[in-house]
């Protein structure tokens, strides 16, 4: 016999909505416009209990036209249609809903930064409402947060703090090691590493707290200053450990202190008080260029010094003038000094103007070949400006001399 209750069930059906505005399966006392109660809600039954939606492939969700806002299908098949249009989204099997312009994954991977990567669509903010974000991997994270009004953030490492930042392949570190220095430190192809301030600020160096160097916005240096009136300004002593030997004809100008403390050189053209030094080593008989490079229209005092290997020393004094106008150069010798001879001053031979000849009386032998008169030499100005040193011993000797200016 044929049965027919479709009909039926679909008339109880519309007549229950019509009376009710709500639908109930499995209960009388429907809580929502559709209300379906599992048949086994607990227990260890087997029987199915759930919701199928719709099950369409990719290419038929494609397909659809004038889908409503919220409609809710599940894709079982991504081996249809493309990945293009109202489907843009639907890129594995899963729920979908529309949004009005397409389908929308639900969020049933719970895909998140603690377990996916992403890529952000726009600007976002983070407000941490008081509260710090710390990045943590064992004994190191790194913090950001604030403080009062401070803004801070913080690298911590078991045994080293440490901030990169990179440009292309330069780098700069700064970094703290635990009980040990703390650096900052330009590396790979950064050219130099600068400090400073963009505005006519200054920039201090402090140490346990306080202000020790400055430098000023006009490129002063104060030391133990912080208002320094020179290009360096030192507020307490100064040493120098290791200092150059001028030699040649660079002119030596001392320096001196003014009343406040204030270095200065006695001129600024290198005279009263300028020296220039240089020394020539020249064979026995031969002649040889003793200094060159003397300052035009200056007149000089000259100290010559030469030795042997047995360490007699002999020191000549001269008079020197050097005008080159009408030619009014010329060299004088004045006293001298012998460290071990039977006479302590030299004897000097003036043959002109510009050739005075130096011989010391009772030198003795050497060790080294000198004989009595191995510290013997005539000195001369060809030209003005220089001074030649003639060896009239019998063993090569090493001549020094020094010049001060007296105008």
Known sequence: MKKTIFPCIIGIFCFCTSMNAQVGIN?????ATFDITAKNPTGTSTDVDGLLLPRVDRQKAQSMTGVPVSTLIYVNSIATGTQTGTAANIDSAGYYYFNGSAWIKLNINNLNIYNS??????????TTAGNSLSFTN????ILIGTTGTQGIITATGSTRGALQLNGGSGQINAFVDNNNAAQINS???STELNIGTLTATPVNILTNGSNKVTITSAGQVGVGTSAPSELLDING????????MATGSNFITPVYSDSNGVLIKASSSAVYGGIISSSSTIASGATGALITGMAAGA????IVTVGDGCSYITVAEYMVTNYSFNNNYAI???DGLFSNGSAKAPTFTETNRTTTGTTWAGKPTCADGGNSSSLNYTLTMPSAGTINVTNNGNVGRTYNIVLTRII
């Open 27 to 31: 209960t009388d006392t429907p809580e």
């Open 117 to 126: 990567n992403g890529t952000l669509t726009a600007n976002r903010v983070v």
């Open 138 to 141: 064992g004994a190191n994270n």
């Open 187 to 189: 590396t790979g192809n």
């Open 237 to 244: 002593r100064a040493r120098v450990r290791t200092m150059d």
């Open 299 to 302: 007149v000089y005092k000259a």
């Open 332 to 334: 004088k010798g004045l």
